[in-house]
């Protein structure tokens, strides 16, 4: 879904992550202003929990459905604060590299939107969303006829075992790990050090490639939601020709309907047609305009004052993933003309603040700044009840199991923090241990969390010591298991329908590790029990051992103060058509976009 940079974790694909370009924002807007009734929204959100249903065949055969009223002809300027954290699909886990993979790559399967909320899986360079045997043990696939990357080279199995065993190289530390952990066990690496690069290969028992059209998965237990994790972007094949390893990261080969004419990194991206993309193979993308542009660096104040003005370039650009601007809300929502331009819809994040449990050891003190954050006043920083709600939990209005009331911090009550209840909490805590290190965001959004992170922690004796970190390597940073900091914000929503989208990417102590989404790096044995014993229930089943596992996640270890729930507003040109919002990445959908004129 795909983290909050994000990592989404994404029904966002990380959404990623799961997580976050944060939403950015400014206190002047208070939530109360805005007009919006945060229950009906999550009566809204509550769509994105349904369970995705798995397509044949026929659903699975292009070409796409045709965008009512849709025109060829044009490029789209995109406007981004931060630079891309990759772009290679191994490597991709975040939201940003997720909406650009969607243009450039593909895999076995993808997700296929209704534009009502329903979401399915359908093959993508696969014929179908696959067929299971042995109790859901095994999964087999096989790929459509015609289907090339952008040098005119057919994909072949032998394409999709490559993209499999380079994701146990060492150098692919920043993607998801869902299917090799399921392959091959938590230590997956060490099943294929050199991730298929020399001489060995996992065994046919495990991933068997018969001839050069069908690929089978061998699991030791079912994994019913492998059509769903093959759909992410960090599992779109990787031809195996044309791999460079470390440098793929900076000029990958397209398999999508769009390829890379120039890349600056940081700087700009321009995406042209890839002509040896076959329409008839594609039942989700269309090839409407000519390309992309991509503008970087651009902040989310001007990219709204932009949109809002609609002059030039602008009438015929988008924000990829960034929001309106917290300060100019209601110069968006009080003109007609510019709020038929928005995109709005509740996205599967839940922001916290983690914390480094190497380093912030005693739960007291967590106890106590989980009780003394405002998310008040950060949610007025993301554009109030447009930008978020309190979060009272972990688990999001979109996942499965979601519990409302279920506010063992008493955020709902007092959502502009307890402070009397954190001094209580602190009162015998060593002076030596009110010193917190904060690692923030170098754009708009990270520079209001700091301000508040301090100001709340500060008012109960708490020392803020904030260290700037690079947006772009951002979750890269804080990734690593000895970083120097003690609390940071992130934000992850699920990578589909199941908790254990979000309970087992960012609370597995299997998932300690270098690049891991565990940032807390909570590794508690209980904790694992219940994972496992979930993972083998039946979804109804499993719902109790989620709910348990979640609880005790929150009261007895507290690794993440929640703090609010994102959603998300964005504006786009009064020259852009097929403007929707995206259940699956939870921003516009940049699959159906084309120019008026």
């Known amino acids: 879904m795909n983290t909050l940079n994000s990592r989404s974790a994404r029904a966002a694909l990380v959404a990623l992550a799961a997580g976050s370009l944060v939403l950015t924002g400014c206190s002047e807007n208070k939530g109360g202003d805005s ?25 699975s055969t292009g070409p796409a459905e045709e965008v009512p009223g849709a025109k060829s002809g044009g490029t789209i300027q995109v406007y ?11 490597q991709i886990y975040v939201s940003d590299a997720g909406q650009v993979a969607n243009l450039m790559f593909r895999g076995l399967t993808n997700f296929q939107e209704d534009g009502k909320g329903g979401v399915s899986v359908v093959g993508d360079l696969a014929t179908d969303s696959g067929t299971s045997s042995d109790g859901g043990k095994t999964w087999t696939f096989t790929l459509k006829d015609g289907v090339k990357d952008a040098n005119g080279n057919p994909i072949t199995s032998a394409d999709i075992r490559h993209t499999v065993e380079r994701q146990y190289a060492k150098f692919i530390f920043d993607g998801p790990t869902y299917l090799q952990t399921w392959l091959s066990g938590a230590d997956y690496r060490k099943a294929l050090p050199d991730g298929g690069y020399g001489s060995k290969h996992l065994p046919d028992t495990v991933l068997d490639t018969p001839d050069d059209k069908t690929v089978v998965f061998h699991f030791d237990i079912p994994r019913p939601d492998l059509p769903q994790t093959l759909a992410m972007p960090g599992y779109s094949v990787v031809p195996e020709k044309t791999d460079t390893k470390e440098k793929y990261d900076k000029a990958p080969v397209a398999t999508g309907p769009y390829k890379i004419a120039e890349y600056k990194v940081g700087k700009s991206l321009t995406l042209v047609k890839n002509e040896n993309w076959d329409a008839k193979t594609d039942s989700v993308r269309h090839q409407y305009v000519d390309g992309y542009d991509f503008d970087f660096g651009v902040t989310e104040s001007t990219q709204t004052k932009r949109l809002i003005a609609d002059q030039g370039d602008a009438k015929n650009a988008i924000q990829l993933t960034g929001a309106v601007e917290s300060t100019q809300i209601q110069d968006a929502v009080s003109d007609p003309a510019v709020n038929k331009r928005t995109i709005k819809g509740y996205q599967p994040y839940v922001m916290v603040l983690n914390f480094n449990l190497d380093r912030v050891k005693n739960k007291a003190v967590r106890d106590a700044i989980t009780y003394a954050l405002n998310s008040k006043s950060l949610i007025a ?15 999001a209005p979109t996942l499965p ?34 010193t917190i290190v904060h690692a923030y965001r170098n754009n708009e959004a990270g520079q209001k969390h700091k301000v508040a992170v301090e100001d709340a922690l500060k008012k109960v004796g708490i020392e803020v ?28 929503g699920q990578d ?47 719902a109790a051992t989620w709910k348990e596992a979640h609880h005790y996640i929150l009261e007895k ?19 852009i058509g097929g403007a929707r919002y995206s259940t699956e990445s939870s921003y516009i959908d940049v699959g159906q976009l084309f120019l008026k004129s």
């Not at 007009?35 to 659903?59: H, P």
């Not at 307890?418 to 241990?433: F, I, M, R, T």
Request: glycine residues 10%; charged residues 25%.
């Open 35 to 59: 007009g919006k009734d945060s229950k009906e929204d999550q009566k809204e959100a509550a769509v994105q929990s349904k369970a995705v249903a798995y397509a044949d065949a026929a659903a």
């Open 80 to 90: 981004q604060e931060q630079g891309l954290t990759h772009l290679d699909p191994g």
């Open 381 to 395: 920083g993301e554009g109030g009840a447009y930008g978020g709600d309190v979060a009272p939990n972990l688990f």
């Open 401 to 434: 199991g979601y519990e409302a009331s279920y506010d063992p911090y008493g955020r709902l009550k007092t959502p502009a923090g307890n402070l009397e209840k954190a001094k209580e909490l602190l009162a015998d805590v060593p002076d030596s241990e009110k």
């Open 465 to 492: 010591v904030s260290k700037e970190v690079d947006s772009a390597s951002f979750y890269e940073q804080i990734g690593k298991l000895d970083n120097p900091y003690d609390v940071y914000i992130t934000g992850w």
């Open 496 to 542: 589909w329908p199941s908790p254990g989208t979000v309970v087992t990417p960012i609370y597995d102590g299997d998932q300690v590790a270098d690049g891991s989404a565990n940032y807390s790096h909570v590794d508690d044995p209980k904790v694992q029990e219940l994972i496992k014993k979930a993972l083998t229930q039946e979804p109804t089943e499993a």
């Open 557 to 575: 270890i507290n690794p993440a103060a929640p703090l609010w729930y994102t959603k998300q507003f964005q504006l786009y040109g009064s020259n």
